[in-house]
């Protein structure tokens, strides 16, 4: 993003003239290794614009999460090269139920998308910076004012100028101009391509994530990219699962080998894809039962109806281990069990359950739960990981522990099968629930929502300390 500031005059550096191009004639010479340019405004007085990269100025804010998981790859492209007059490929989901949006600062990127707001949509412009009137001196759509929206305004999209974390908080209605950017150029970002010479969206996952989180993605990418009628696939091999094993459990198409970079949009760092507000809220269109494997399905339905007969349950998911080694954080924060008992007593008082079904990886939370409900508590057996597990093997994540702990690939591929089907079995037995509490937002949370159509009774989420469900 190029930042606007004060005119250097000790300085020397290149000269642009202002205009509409001013922008893109300054990334040109970024691609030449300069970072800052001298600008002569015929509107006002003259400039400096100064280049940063997206993610390092992201990362610089104190609001950016800690976990080490956002820090591998980049979630917010550099965005070189952009086309604003491009209107097919321009991505305006996010201003969908904004009557105007406020601006607070002047930037490459809240003057051009002044200029997108200006041209594709009616909503009201409002701005605190005066200085917008050098780029746009005769648009009168354009309103001065310093006054802020309140916090209660769900109509008025705010954008801020410095890093807010709205994906990891789930808050789009406060913005900061990289994260408004990215939704908005989010398709140029993916592809050069005409979108009507798309025909596949390739998902390349990291290994580390879980099949809770690739079906997420999977699903929603396909809600997402249905417009252009293109087609998600998996990249074979590429996750942690062989591909046997994907082809057993789930109803999710491989590349095909008639795809290439002529039809075929590569989606190779997909957290910057999934931390969008379409993705994030896209959570009517998630994986169902329906993708899942008929007689997989048939199965866990049989067991399910053995385990819990008519007994009315609690269903409660508590995420540890990895969510607390790698430092996860927001309405994804794990929380401590202590923390949860007041209200899962509370539910339990009030809606007389018979017993509670605990999903959790962890061993450390089961054992309080065993100890808090005596004879209340039912699981499935499973593998189990401590805190300490992840200090020990100095990993953060448990595909890292997995691997460490079964090296050979034979061990390790009949490893993730056997744990991936009791995942299932552990999130049928959720949705066989009448009521549900989780820890905070993860795969396992969608998935268990996605197998009972119907909905739950009451849904508690206690990373955000709130009833109702949102991911």
């Known amino acids: ?96 139920g904004f009557k105007s949006i406020w601006f607070q600062e002047i930037s490459e990127y809240t003057v051009v998308l002044t200029g997108v707001l200006l041209s594709q949509t009616n909503i009201s412009i409002l701005w605190k910076d005066e200085r917008i009137r050098w780029f746009y001196p005769d648009e009168e759509r354009i309103r001065i004012t ?30 900061d101009p990289v994260v408004l950017f990215h939704h908005v150029f989010v398709w140029q970002w993916l592809t050069k391509l005409p979108m009507d010479k798309v025909k596949y969206a390739e998902i390349l996952v990291a290994r580390s994530e879980g099949i809770g989180s690739i079906l997420t993605l999977y699903a929603r990418a396909s809600h997402f990219l249905e417009r252009f009628g293109i087609e998600v696939t998996l990249q074979s091999g590429s996750s942690r699962y062989a591909d046997h094993i994907i082809g057993k ?29 379409m993705l994030r809220y896209s959570t009517g269109h998630d994986f169902s039962a329906s993708n899942l494997n008929p007689r997989f399905l048939s199965e866990m339905k049989e067991y399910g109806d053995v385990v819990f007969a008519d007994k009315r349950m609690l269903g409660i998911l508590l995420r540890g281990s990895d969510y607390i080694a790698s430092g996860m954080s927001g309405a994804s924060a794990p929380v401590t069990v202590e923390s949860t008992l007041p209200k899962i007593r509370e539910w339990m008082e009030e809606e007389k359950y018979d017993g509670i079904f605990l999903a959790t990886e962890d061993r450390d939370i089961l054992d309080k739960m065993l100890k808090a409900f005596p004879g209340k508590i039912r699981v499935i057996s499973q593998e189990r990981y401590s ?10 994540t448990i595909s890292e522990l997995d691997k460490k702990r079964h090296p050979e690939k034979e061990d390790y591929d009949a490893f993730v099968e056997d ?47 709130k009833e109702g469900f949102k991911a």
């Open 1 to 96: 993003m190029l930042l606007i500031e004060g005119f250097d005059k000790e300085r020397n550096y290149r000269t642009l003239a202002l205009g509409p191009d001013l922008f893109h004639r300054a990334l040109e010479c970024v691609l030449l290794g300069e970072k800052r340019f001298h600008v002569k405004n015929q509107n006002g007085e003259d400039f400096d614009l100064l280049y940063t990269d997206n993610q390092s100025w992201a990362e610089s804010s104190l609001e950016y999460p800690d976990s080490p998981l956002f820090h591998q790859d980049p979630l917010y492209p550099p965005y070189i090269f952009y086309d604003e007059h491009d209107e097919g490929k321009l991505c305006l989901d996010i201003f969908e």
């Open 146 to 175: 310093g006054e802020e929206p309140d916090s209660s305004d769900e109509q008025t999209l705010k954008v801020i100028n410095t890093f807010h974390a709205s994906a990891f908080v789930c808050d789009f209605i406060t913005m």
């Open 387 to 396: 805190i300490t597990d992840f200090s020990r093997e100095n990993v953060t």
């Open 249 to 277: 459990y789930f109803n999710i198409r491989l590349t095909p080998e008639d795809s290439d970079e002529t039809n075929t949009i590569y989606i190779t760092n997909y957290y910057s894809l999934l931390f969008t507000k």
């Open 419 to 465: 744990s991936l089907a009791n995942y299932f079995y552990a999130l049928y037995l959720l949705s066989r629930c009448e009521s549900f509490m989780y820890s905070g937002q993860c795969g396992g949370i969608v998935m268990a929502k996605a197998l009972k159509p119907e909905g739950f009774k009451r849904l508690w989420c206690f990373a955000e300390n």
